[in-house]
C-alpha cells in the first residue's frame, strides 16, 4: 500500500519542508517521490488544486493520504468534506495530523466524515442567517438590495443616450465593458418608466 504526502504551500517556501518534518514526526515513512505540492491560496476550492486532484487519481484502495491541516482539502469544511467523501469511495485512508491519529475516511458511529458533515450543515445555517440578518436591516434601513449596478448614473446616462442615437446594444456594451443583458435590462426599465410618465392618471 502506498503512503502519498500532500501540502499546500500557498506561497510560503518553507511550507513543505515544514509539513514533512512534522509527518516524519508523526512516524510516517515518507517517499519523495509520492509527495504532491501546491501553491495556490488556501481559498481556492479542492477542484482547482492540480496537485491535490493528482494525488486523488493516484489514490488506490488501500492507499493513505497524510496532511498537516484540514484546510490542505478544501477552501471550507463542506468542500473539504468533499474530498473526503471521495477518498472514502476509493477506499482510501487519510490522516491529518492536526486531528490526532484517526482516519478521517473511518467508517461507523461517530464516523469523522459525518462529523464534519454537521459542521458543513451548521456552517452554512449560520452563514444563510448572517445574510437574513443583514437583508432585513438593510431594508429596514433603506438601503438597496441585491447586486450593486455595474454602471455609474453617467455610464447609464452615456448609455441611453446613445441607444436613442440609434446605437446596438452589442456596441454599448462593448465601449462600457459590460454585458449585452447589461444594457438590454437598463433599456427596458428606462422604456418602463417612460411610459408610467406618459400614462395618464386614472379618473375615479
Not at 515518507?30 to 479542492?46: I, K, R
Not at 437574513?132 to 429596514?140: C, P
Request: net charge positive; charged share 20%.
Amino acid at each position: 500500500m502506498t503512503l502519498i504526502v500532500y501540502t499546500n504551500t500557498a506561497g510560503n517556501q518553507a511550507g513543505r519542508d515544514n509539513d514533512l518534518f512534522q509527518i516524519d514526526a508523526a512516524g510516517f515513512l515518507v517517499d519523495m517521490g509520492c509527495v504532491l505540492v501546491d501553491h495556490c491560496s488556501h481559498a481556492v476550492n479542492a477542484a482547482s488544486r492540480v496537485a491535490l486532484q493528482r494525488a486523488i487519481r493516484r489514490i488506490k484502495p488501500g492507499d493513505t493520504l497524510v496532511v498537516t491541516r484540514l484546510g490542505y482539502l478544501g477552501s471550507s469544511i463542506s468542500d473539504a468534506v468533499s474530498t473526503l467523501a471521495t477518498l472514502a469511495a476509493k477506499g482510501a485512508h487519510v490522516f491529518c495530523l492536526d486531528a490526532g491519529k484517526t482516519d478521517l475516511c473511518a467508517n461507523g458511529e461517530g464516523s469523522p466524515i459525518r462529523i464534519l458533515q454537521l459542521a458543513a450543515e451548521l456552517e452554512r445555517d449560520a452563514k444563510r442567517a448572517r445574510a437574513l440578518d443583514a437583508a432585513a436591516i438593510a431594508k429596514k434601513d433603506g438601503m438597496h438590495q441585491g447586486r450593486p449596478a455595474s454602471l455609474s448614473d453617467s455610464q447609464q446616462q452615456q448609455a441611453l443616450k446613445a441607444l436613442a442615437a440609434g446605437s446596438t446594444v452589442t456596441a454599448i456594451a462593448r465601449v462600457l465593458s459590460t454585458s449585452r443583458q447589461t444594457i438590454i435590462r437598463l433599456r427596458d426599465a428606462a422604456s418602463r418608466d417612460s411610459v408610467a410618465v406618459r400614462s395618464p392618471p386614472v379618473e375615479h
